[in-house]
Each structure stands twice: as C-alpha cells, then as structure tokens.
C-alpha cells in the first residue's frame, strides 16, 4: 500500500447476543465525530443478515486514515464498545483498483 492516495477501509464488528443496540449507539456518537475529520470520504456503517455490522470507509490519503485511528472518536468508540462485541472488531485495508466506469468502478 502506497504512503498517498485513496485508501479504503471495511470494518467488521461482531455484536454480541443482545448488545446490537449498545453498539450502535456507540456508532451513532462516533460517525458524526468522523465524518469532520480531515480525508474522511466515506465512513458508513452497513449490517449483515448474520447480524455483523460492516464499516466501509474511503479515506484520502494512509496518512489521514493512521490519524483517524489515533483519534478522540476512535479512542472514544472503543471505550464504548467494552464488553459489547464477541470478538476484536476486524479492520481490513485495501487499495483501490478502480476498473470500468469510474463512478460504479471505484469506491
């Protein structure tokens, strides 16, 4: 992954049994907080029919987004989170591939 350029993120949190609803308020306090940071391009939070709630981030550039992971929201949402989810949330990084149309191709 290069040091610049867009960069995405998807994140997986595993909620435990009963605890959706903690989790989402978390959610719900820390993605307005996100949304102002700088190089935040997309924070949106999703949710599975298994019941995983899924992150997908796009962030301007590597170092904007190692900045959001040291940041109050983030400190904050994982304070939150404490004793909520059955397992670490699972964050992933990938770059962009963009193919085709550049408006359905790429994230």
Same mark, same amino acid.
């Given at each position: 992954? =290069?040091?610049?350029?867009?960069?995405?993120?998807?994140?997986?949190?595993?909620?435990?049994? #009963?605890?959706? *609803? &903690?989790?989402?308020?978390?959610?719900? =306090?820390?993605?307005?907080?996100?949304?102002?940071?700088? #190089?935040?391009?997309?924070?949106? +939070? =999703?949710?599975? *029919? *298994?019941?995983?709630? +899924?992150?997908?981030?796009?962030?301007?550039?590597?170092?904007?987004?190692?900045?959001?992971?040291?940041? *109050? &929201?983030?400190?904050?949402?994982?304070?939150?989170?404490?004793?909520?989810?059955?397992?670490?949330?699972?964050? +992933?990084?990938? =770059?962009?591939?963009?193919?085709?149309?550049?408006?359905?191709?790429?994230?």
């Amino acid at each position: 992954m =290069t040091s610049t350029g867009v960069v995405n993120v998807v994140a997986v949190f595993h909620p435990l049994e #009963g605890h959706r *609803d &903690a989790v989402m308020a978390a959610l719900e =306090t820390a993605i307005p907080l996100v949304h102002d940071e700088p #190089g935040c391009e997309l924070y949106v +939070i =999703t949710e599975a *029919d *298994d019941g995983r709630l +899924i992150m997908i981030e796009k962030w301007s550039s590597v170092e904007q987004l190692d900045a959001h992971g040291s940041s *109050d &929201a983030v400190a904050e949402l994982v304070a939150a989170l404490d004793g909520h989810l059955a397992q670490p949330v699972e964050v +992933i990084r990938l =770059t962009p591939l963009p193919i085709g149309d550049p408006v359905k191709g790429e994230l």
